[in-house]
């Protein structure tokens, strides 16, 4: 049974290591370094050996090693599953006569890290926050299809298909709204509460979901009687919970492996047992943040365009089972629509 298991692992990372098509924005999760001590350890055991092409850890120990693959796959995660739910783009009202909305959405999320590239004890490739296949990015940007469809009671049912620049990940989002009060009074502002649920794909070895909850305010203004203003803000809880695959890090101790090619890999299958290991599951509740949305809808007729920024804050994420204390940097996202109100 292990020389199967072992035998499995090995053809497992034969394929991994194949070359294959990427795009730059594509994540190797193994250059965030081994979340395991055992791993670094028995990777410096292989570096020892002359020939292997590698070089054994000195100086560092195997325990903070791991700890700061930990932390940078935590905030990663973190970074990532905020930029894919950014987007809100809709005020605290629903609108069109027959309650239905399309729309074409674009957005940018700042990418904030202090991880440099090269920092690899074993001479391997680089180990960085966010191990794309290209440069190192400042940003990610998105593109998205939502539609959405007003119901009974205000409720308001929507989806997105969403698409990450320049990589073949994307994610799917559906939300619920409820407008709590809609256009009543003249001076009492709109209020609804939204539910959402997104969920990434396309990122081998990587399970990425994100929960958010909202609340907006807005107010509408008639301009020209054929123009109307919709400025809103919203405050907006994300939970985010993700999980991997095991991952074989081993090719990372090769120092001749470029970032996308680690190819042939000479290991034994014993050897690439054990190297290959998952990081910690992120859960729901331990993994939360706020942020701050600010924005403005024009609709004239059936067209409605959307402008916002959303900001956010700066948080240490606290210790828990299996990940380390991990500080998210603030960051900043913007984001644009053009739909339709029919």
């Not at 700042?110 to 090269?118: K, L």
């Not at 940007?141 to 409720?155: D, G, N, Q």
């Not at 929960?211 to 305010?217: E, F, G, I, R, Y």
């Not at 948080?315 to 500080?327: F, N, S, V």
């Amino acid at each position: 049974m292990r020389r199967t298991l072992a035998l499995c692992a090995a053809a497992t990372a034969l394929l991994s290591a194949t070359p294959a098509a990427a795009d730059p924005m594509d994540l190797n999760l193994a250059r965030l370094g081994a979340p395991a001590p055992v791993v670094w350890d028995r990777l410096s055991a292989y570096c020892s050996v002359a020939g292997n092409g590698c070089t054994p850890i000195s100086g560092l120990s195997s325990d903070s090693l791991a700890f700061g693959s930990m932390q940078r796959y935590r905030q990663l995660v973190m970074q990532l599953g905020t930029a894919i739910s950014s987007p809100l783009l809709t005020d605290a009202t629903t609108g069109g006569q027959l309650g239905l909305g399309v729309a074409l959405e674009a957005g940018t999320a700042a990418i904030r890290h202090s991880d440099a590239a090269g920092n690899n004890p074993l001479g391997g490739p680089g180990l960085v926050t966010w191990p794309v296949r290209g440069d190192d990015p400042q940003s990610l940007r998105t593109l998205a299809l939502h539609v959405h469809k007003a119901l009974p009671f205000s409720i308001d049912l929507g989806g997105r298909l969403i698409y990450v620049d320049q990589s073949q990940m994307g994610a799917a989002q559906g939300e619920l709204r409820w407008a709590i009060n809609e256009n009543y009074g003249r001076w009492i502002p709109d209020v609804a509460v939204r539910l959402a649920y997104t969920r990434l794909f396309g990122q081998r070895d990587l399970e990425l979901n994100v929960l958010d909850a909202d609340l907006t305010v807005g107010r509408r203004f008639g301009v020209g009687g054929v123009v109307q203003l919709t400025p809103y803000g919203a405050l907006r809880f994300t939970s985010i919970g993700a999980k991997t695959d095991a991952i074989d890090f081993g090719p990372t101790a090769v120092g001749t492996c470029s970032s996308t090619n680690c190819y042939p890999d000479h290991r034994t299958p014993a050897e690439v047992l054990a190297t290959t290991v998952p990081f910690p599951d992120m859960k729901f509740f331990d993994n939360w943040l706020y942020r701050w949305t600010l924005g403005g809808r024009l609709t004239s007729g059936s067209l409605s365009l959307a402008l916002e920024l959303t900001y956010q804050p700066g948080k240490t994420m606290k210790q828990t089972e299996g990940l380390p204390t991990t500080l998210l940097p603030d960051s900043w996202n913007g984001a644009v629509r053009v739909g339709l109100e029919l």
